[in-house]
């Protein structure tokens, strides 16, 4: 067997324990959505993930596995090739593929241990284990970070820019982080003066330009599908400013606009939290193999991959900080940098067992035994954290959602898993047609409304879209809210997932929510719920989780989330009636309402029962949930203002996100009080804002 042969081999081996442990069905947050647009094919959610679509669509012709595994192989397969990749674009800017100098025919088995072990080791860390047992875009985007250092270490001239070129116009398909990636890689080739004259570096240009239209003709498969009324269309991709907008996150970058770019040290440092706590061996050995390898005994070609490597991993971590710290929380950035580091301690490894092995004999047989051992120590850490298990448990949930449900129901979802899940039952495996199960979000968006009814043939949905479209303001946006729950309610077959059943009773405002949450009754014409009806609504919910015996005990799960409801309630009623919002608000942070909202709310209550102290304190205890929650920094700053605090006051405001109007507001309330310096500071925060907002 040759060394490339082995090579390929030792790939599939490092392969086969994430396909044979992958999620038998649909797997966490949006696996079952990805999964099933693959599947019918649909359209995802933004940003589209075209490549992901095309390469579904040819997994379904394996000759094995379920309909999910065979999706779930896409990510087994390119988070492992990723690995091998960078690894072996490493190796053959090295020297190649010798390795150590050891006898010919020992050379092809040398390969396919290191190249098998070094994959394993590089794919190991937990948050990669997850996305590589399911149905995620992530493995793709490894690759292609992969492939972009490939085109750095191994090609020069024309041909890098080309390749750069052809990368651009893929990440159109891929993700919005391999654009940046693939750019730099482009800028790098561009600059770097390997192009050659002038004429060669425009025709380079010219190539590269033709190579990114190429590329990006990829996403020409979501209006596509589109065309067909798949019954997962989001978003609506059928004009070129609506694809565009898709492709582009439009819809994410203006829903989290104030935590784009807004504390970046926070953000930085919940991500070195969770990177040191679930992959710390992966980013110590790394570290070391990158201090010896930057040694100057080392050689060139060793700096030029640890450098390149390393680059790659500081643009993710600044994508994952100033671009996308939404993500943090989820585990869904920074892991091109748990690769880089993956794959410098795998290096690292077999840099070793080299080393051990160049003695012959013995230390040929220690260095092989070493990596196998170091190995399969690194797979099993992953595998252990997230047990086959707990994948399988995600796939009985998703499995068992729909049973309860009456025929004609329609089930309205809203977290990430249960949405995925039923997407996945009803698209890609075709169960219980008579549900209509709709995202929450479909519902507030009027053209994914109404596709999605027109795909249904569902009148009320269609009623609802028309109205939607139409709505001017809040009382129009209720209207089309009631057209599409009153006919389900009234026939007793419509489900709400907690969470969203207060929150769009609220905004029909003809709604009263009962318990359990099958038990919604529907008044017969909107009307404005006064502290009365908060009050009773409270009540009720309280006799009947008593009638629940023990499961509604203090502390247990029923509780907290009765709590919550309190909360929620308190929340409406915050603005109209400060003082029973609190008291209730107070009564659901003792029974142990959950999250950062809760305590930030009390604490806009006890603000405007003028107790700062009171406040600063509850603010500061929901930050700790959550670093990230602005309107808490927002309320810990006013807090601390009111106590003459200036610096924390000072501090809390500069996390407070990129409102510059907010900040004014603030200087002048410091200033009425007398606080002139810290006044003045804020004024000259508020201008930074004002330097950074985009222009029109």
Not at 416 to 440: F, I, K, M, N, Y
Request: hydrophobic share 55%; net charge positive; glycine share 12%.
């Amino acid at each position: 067997m040759s060394a490339r042969g082995a090579a390929w081999l030792g790939g599939a081996l490092a392969t086969l324990p994430w396909l044979l442990t992958s999620a038998p069905g649909a797997g966490f947050y949006d696996a079952g959505e990805l999964a099933a647009a693959a599947t019918e094919p649909g359209v995802p959610h933004p940003t589209g993930f075209a490549l992901l679509l095309l390469l579904g669509q040819l997994a379904q012709a394996l000759p094995f596995g379920t309909l999910a595994g065979k999706i779930h192989a896409i990510g087994a397969a390119a988070g492992v090739a990723a690995a091998a990749l960078w690894w072996w674009a490493g190796q053959r800017d090295s020297g190649g593929a010798a390795g150590p100098p050891m006898e010919t025919e020992h050379r092809p088995a040398w390969t396919l241990m290191t190249t098998a072990a070094a994959a394993l080791i590089a794919v190991s860390p937990p948050p990669l284990a997850l996305h590589l047992r399911q149905a995620e875009v992530y493995p793709l985007l490894l690759l292609h970070a992969a492939a972009g250092l490939w085109l750095l270490l191994g090609r020069r001239g024309p041909v890098r820019l080309i390749g750069a070129g052809l990368l651009l116009g893929l990440a159109c398909g891929v993700h919005a982080e391999a654009i940046v990636l693939a750019a730099a890689i482009g800028t790098y080739g561009l600059l770097s003066g390997d192009a050659g004259g002038r004429g060669q570096r425009l025709r380079a240009c010219l190539g590269a330009a033709a190579a990114v239209v190429a590329g990006a003709l990829c996403v020409v498969a979501l209006p596509l599908v589109a065309s067909r009324r798949p019954l997962l269309d989001w978003g609506g991709v059928d004009s070129a400013t609506a694809l565009f907008n898709h492709v582009s996150a439009a819809s994410i970058r203006a829903a989290f606009a104030d935590q784009i770019g807004a504390a970046p040290l926070t953000a930085a440092r919940q991500l070195t939290l969770m990177m040191a706590a679930e992959a710390w061996p992966w980013l110590v050995a790394g570290a070391l193999t990158a201090v010896a390898a930057l040694h100057a005994s080392a050689g060139q070609a060793r700096r030029r991959l640890v450098a390149a490597t390393l680059a790659l991993a500081l643009i993710d971590i600044g994508w994952a900080v100033f671009i996308n710290p939404m993500g943090v929380r989820d585990g869904q950035v920074g892991l091109i940098a748990l690769l880089a580091f993956g794959v410098l301690a795998g290096d690292g490894v077999v840099q070793v067992a080299r080393a051990a092995a160049r003695r012959g004999g013995m230390g040929r047989a220690l260095a092989v035994a070493g990596l196998g051992a170091v190995a399969a120590a690194a797979l099993y850490g992953s595998l252990a954290v997230l047990p086959t298990a707990a994948l399988e448990g995600a796939a009985r949930h998703a499995d068992a959602m729909l049973d309860p449900l009456p025929p004609a129901a329609l089930a309205i979802v809203a977290h990430d898993h249960t949405a995925s899940a039923c997407l996945w039952l009803q698209a890609a495996e075709g169960a219980r047609p008579d549900v209509r199960c709709l995202p929450g979000v479909f519902a507030r968006d009027a053209r994914m409304l109404r596709r999605m009814g027109l795909r249904l043939q569902d009148a009320p949905m269609l009623a609802s879209a028309t109205l939607l479209a139409a709505a001017k303001d809040s009382r129009g946006r209720a209207a089309a809210l009631g057209a599409l729950l009153r006919p389900a309610a009234a026939a007793g077959v419509l489900r709400w997932e907690p969470g969203l059943v207060f929150e769009d009773a609220q905004v029909a405002g003809a709604l009263r929510p009962g318990w359990p949450f099958g038990a919604v009754a529907l008044l017969p014409q909107p009307l404005t719920a006064t502290v009365a009806d908060a009050e009773a609504a409270v009540e009720a919910m309280t006799r009947a989780c008593r009638g629940w015996g023990e499961r509604c005990a203090e502390g247990s799960p029923l509780q907290r989330h009765l709590a919550s409801l309190q909360a929620l309630w308190a929340t409406w009623l915050l603005p109209r009636a400060p003082a029973p919002a609190a008291a209730l608000l107070e009564r659901a942070v003792m029974a142990g309402a959950g999250g950062a909202q809760p305590l930030h709310n009390l604490a806009l209550a006890r603000l405007g029962q003028g107790r700062a102290a009171e406040a600063l304190g509850l603010a500061e205890r929901a930050l700790a949930l959550e670093p990230g929650y602005l309107p808490a920094h927002r309320s810990a700053s006013r807090a601390a203002l009111q106590l003459g605090q200036a610096d924390l006051a000072l501090q809390h405001a500069s996390a407070s996100g990129t409102d510059a109007n907010w900040l004014r507001g603030l200087s002048d309330a410091a200033r009425s009080g007398g606080q002139m310096a810290l006044a003045a500071e804020l004024e000259a925060l508020a201008g930074e804002r004002d330097a950074r907002r985009p222009g029109p």
